[in-house]
């Protein structure tokens, strides 16, 4: 009989987005393009299209939580990935079933991305989306909030560095800082990302490594969740924090290189292309 090979499975928490480009759908694309498996369960349903969200209508905690419960017994899990929440029931909801898996298994990775708005600005949760995310930060092993998110994160007017810093120890786990944002006339040719890196024995925070990418001049649709996805697949195929999110972040400069219109407005990232990414991008 021919024998068959396991995918570690990473458990995913995030919207619905009817339009295809982002929240789960685009979680699910994003992790079997690695070679791993997505446990989706859905937060919220969302109304929009690939530009802007009319309404969110988030599901109900007890479901969510009936869907974890069958879950979890049965089938391995390697990693988490944290999309929207809809609602601070959920959002704490969520955090308790992640709390439970890492009292099982402490080194699990729990990728969050945090979330607060669309690309467009629009809200995707019914309550503070600030306060509702507040539960699964505290579960985070590594946030990846872009520019807007860091400043509603952690306010004031220090620079985005010292802000990264700070929510680094504030949740005491490492920051993926996405530059895209960053449009400035300094780097209108490029994206600059930096990792922080908590140290808990030393309890600091320290810039371990910084990427720079050409910037890609189209506006995108589902960007932030392709990238935290694939960085959640990539740790539950057991590869180190910074080799994916080398890999991650390379994997989702080639979905926006080859990136399509399904309609007016923001381009969807190609989240296959060719051949499985494992001996390409790295």
């Not at 060719?274 to 390409?280: A, I, S, V």
Request: charged fraction near 15%; include cysteine.
């Amino acid at each position: 009989m021919r024998e068959r090979r396991q995918r570690p499975c990473v458990l995913v928490f995030a919207g619905h987005d009817p339009s295809g480009g982002a929240g789960i759908q685009a979680d699910i694309e994003a992790i079997s393009a690695q070679g791993a498996h997505a446990l989706p369960i859905v937060t919220a349903l969302t109304v929009q299209d690939n530009n802007r969200v009319q309404a969110v209508y988030p599901v109900d905690a007890g479901v969510m939580g009936e869907q974890f419960e069958m879950l979890l017994d049965r089938i391995p899990i390697a990693a988490i990935k944290l999309g929207i929440v809809g609602s601070i029931e959920n959002a704490q909801l969520i955090a308790q079933c992640v709390n439970r898996l890492q009292a099982r298994q402490p080194a699990i990775p729990v990728i969050v991305d945090p979330v607060l708005g669309s690309g467009g600005g629009d809200a995707l949760s019914i309550q503070d989306a600030l306060l509702a995310v507040q539960p699964v930060l505290h579960c985070a092993t590594l946030i990846t909030p872009n520019l807007p998110e860091l400043g509603r994160l952690v306010s004031g007017t220090d620079s985005d560095d010292v802000k990264a810093k700070k929510l680094t120890a504030q949740f005491a786990c490492d920051v993926l800082l996405k530059g895209g944002h960053g449009a400035t006339r300094e780097f209108m040719s490029e994206v600059i990302n930096h990792w922080f890196e908590w140290q808990q024995e030393q309890q600091v925070a320290s810039l371990a490594r910084s990427w720079i990418w050409p910037r890609i001049s189209d506006a995108f649709h589902g960007t932030g969740c392709t990238l935290a996805a694939a960085i959640a697949a990539r740790l539950a195929l057991g590869e180190s924090v910074g080799t994916s999110l080398t890999v991650a972040q390379s994997y989702v400069q080639r979905c926006l290189e080859q990136a399509y219109v399904v309609a007016p407005g923001q381009l969807i990232p190609a989240r296959y292309f060719g051949k499985t990414l494992n001996k390409e991008i790295v």
